[in-house]
């Protein structure tokens, strides 16, 4: 009998995180539009991935004790064209250096000690920077992030100050002093 009420307890915290019935609706609606464009909207090979989405779909958004993070709107949209702006940069850089006949690239991995406390906006930030070009976040670890640019290195440390800085503004969380 205890077992009956053990998954009736977490059952019924399941549908209390659902808020009121609109998350797994919302998630599962969104794990299906998801599948239909990946298989180019085509109705018959929905049916074999129907359970993969209904599985993602039922998976919490956040897994294991740690608490939902919060993100700030405004912080959202000052955030969003500063990366632009970084990866169009980046991008335009890179597809010179690239074009050029000498090859003037100059790869360099560096270590990055966090401001950022620990939590999911370290990852966040690490995710980010993959996402512009020429950079790569190759090793995470407690104290620093270890990235690996493809040209000037020096030069883009600064930018990757920046979205830290702006980063921590979406989580809304206040960065920590740099160690010495």
């Given at each position: 009998?205890?077992?009956?009420?053990?998954?009736?307890?977490?059952?019924?915290?399941?549908?209390?995180?659902?808020?009121?019935?609109?998350?797994?609706?919302?998630?599962?609606?969104?794990?299906?539009?998801?599948?239909?464009?990946?298989?180019?909207?085509?109705?018959?090979?929905?049916?074999?991935?129907?359970?993969?989405?209904?599985?993602?779909?039922l998976?919490?958004?956040?897994?294991?004790?740690?608490?939902?993070?919060?993100w700030?709107?405004?912080?959202?949209?000052?955030?969003?064209?500063?990366?632009?702006?970084?990866?169009?940069?980046?991008?335009?850089?890179?597809?010179?250096?690239?074009?050029?006949?000498?090859?003037?690239?100059?790869?360099?991995v560096?270590?990055?000690?966090?401001?950022?406390?620990?939590?999911?906006?370290?990852?966040?930030?690490?995710?980010?920077?993959?996402?512009?070009?020429?950079?790569?976040?190759?090793?995470?670890?407690?104290?620093?992030?270890?990235?690996?640019?493809?040209?000037?290195?020096?030069?883009?440390?600064?930018?990757?100050?920046?979205?830290?800085?702006?980063?921590?503004?979406?989580?809304?969380?206040?960065?920590?002093e740099?160690?010495?």
């Open positions: 009998m205890r077992d009956a009420s053990f998954a009736g307890n977490h059952l019924a915290r399941f549908w209390q995180t659902q808020r009121n019935g609109v998350g797994l609706p919302l998630r599962l609606a969104l794990a299906m539009l998801i599948w239909w464009i990946l298989m180019d909207g085509s109705g018959a090979d929905m049916l074999p991935g129907l359970p993969v989405v209904i599985l993602a779909a998976t919490p958004p956040y897994l294991g004790k740690s608490r939902p993070w919060k700030s709107f405004s912080a959202l949209l000052r955030i969003l064209p500063v990366f632009l702006w970084f990866s169009m940069r980046s991008g335009v850089q890179i597809a010179y250096l690239a074009l050029l006949r000498h090859r003037l690239l100059t790869p360099e560096m270590t990055y000690a966090w401001r950022l406390p620990p939590g999911p906006a370290r990852l966040f930030l690490a995710s980010i920077i993959n996402l512009v070009p020429g950079t790569l976040s190759m090793q995470i670890r407690e104290e620093a992030l270890t990235i690996h640019f493809l040209h000037n290195a020096q030069a883009n440390v600064s930018s990757v100050q920046v979205l830290e800085e702006m980063v921590g503004d979406l989580f809304q969380t206040a960065l920590l740099r160690p010495q």
